[in-house]
């Protein structure tokens, strides 16, 4: 009971605070799918050690962590930090669904990779001193030979049953716009 009652006043000031101008964020549908019970299709693991200015060693991937200037740190070129990895995380993944979704859907997706384009950006929002902290994404989807009506109608599924949607569901601010290529 403390868990849940300590989870859902982390998300209350969120959702208090949040700004009229928000609205257009989108709350992805109801999940169908228990993640405690459901079968494994795949693990992913990382070890990281020195917080954000440390280091990163998974399997396919070995990166060094920066504080960004932003946040009072030095920004180092050539390291990251945990929200530009969220943001490419996010952003493939949901490009992934896109194109699962649009071939259940009859919609044939550009073959060339630089014809389907996700940018997105992650933000860190709140209250450093106060630790009270969240995450606001925006995604502008680009995809090059398809309608824009067409493409709304595959990003609208897209959200359904891309798991970060679905991680992120009730707890980060997120904007999905489609853009001309």
Known sequence: MTS????????QPLRRITSRRLTNFYVPTARYINTETAPLLYSAHAKVV?????????????????????????????????????AAGYGACFQSAMNACAAKMGITMPTEKEHSV????????????GLDMGLRVHMKVQVKGLEKTELEKVVEEAKK????????????????????F
Do not use: W
């Open 4 to 11: 849940l009652t300590s989870l859902y006043r982390c998300q």
């Open 50 to 86: 020195g917080a954000r200015k440390g280091h990163v060693e998974a399997e396919n991937l070995v990166v060094d962590l920066t504080m960004s200037k932003a946040l009072g740190g030095p920004g180092d070129k050539g390291k990251t930090n945990p929200e530009e990895l969220f």
């Open 118 to 129: 996700i940018d997105t950006t992650v933000e860190l929002v709140g209250d450093m001193k």
């Open 161 to 180: 049953v891309c798991p970060y949607s679905r991680a992120t569901n009730g707890n980060v601010a997120t904007r999905v716009e489609v853009v001309s």
